[in-house]
């Protein structure tokens, strides 16, 4: 499948030491796999003048206090806080351009960020999306793209996980419900 590099962007979602690096808070395996497959998508959209967008997932220490009810300290435990080591792009990813850093505080990278405007200001329409955890920061991102009229493709050979059995599930979701899912092989720029 073709992409006009002009009116696609890959978005990253998440590629962090706290989530990719064996040290990290929320080490997941599969999150480390994908880092590479990340990267080759990013040099083959960049080669090609695709946008590249990359999320953070950032905390603070007291960002959950006062929750009512979402709280993802108490769900995950303390991750990938403001400032710290965990909270950095992995280091293949460090020296790679990027066109926009989107930080988040939620699952869902265009809750309360500039990203929805950004993509608008620059003709946005398709988005490649990769990067972990497929069933939580990855599925929301792309079900929030899609109700906002972009074509979220999901790179099902780029995305980490816990189990394999959410990677499928999410998947199969995105598929079926709002969006859609191709390997990297499949994926062509023209």
Known sequence: MEFDPDTTAVVVVDMQNGFCHQEGSLYAPASED????????????????????????????????????????????????????????????????????????????????????????HGIDDLLICGTLANVCVLHTAGSAGLRDYRPLLVEDAVGYLEEDHREYALEHADWLFGEVMDRESIAFA
């Open 34 to 121: 994908a880092i590479d497959p990340c990267v080759e998508l990013i040099d083959r959209a960049g080669e090609m003048g695709a946008s590249v967008v990359y999320t953070r997932d950032v905390h603070t220490d007291e960002q959950f206090e006062d929750a009512h009810y979402y709280d993802e300290f108490d769900r995950w435990g303390e991750h990938v806080l403001e400032g710290t080591w965990d909270a950095e792009l992995v280091a293949k990813l460090k020296s790679r351009d990027a066109d926009l850093i989107v930080e988040k505080h939620t699952y869902d990278a265009f809750h309360e960020t500039q990203l929805d405007g950004w993509l608008t200001a």
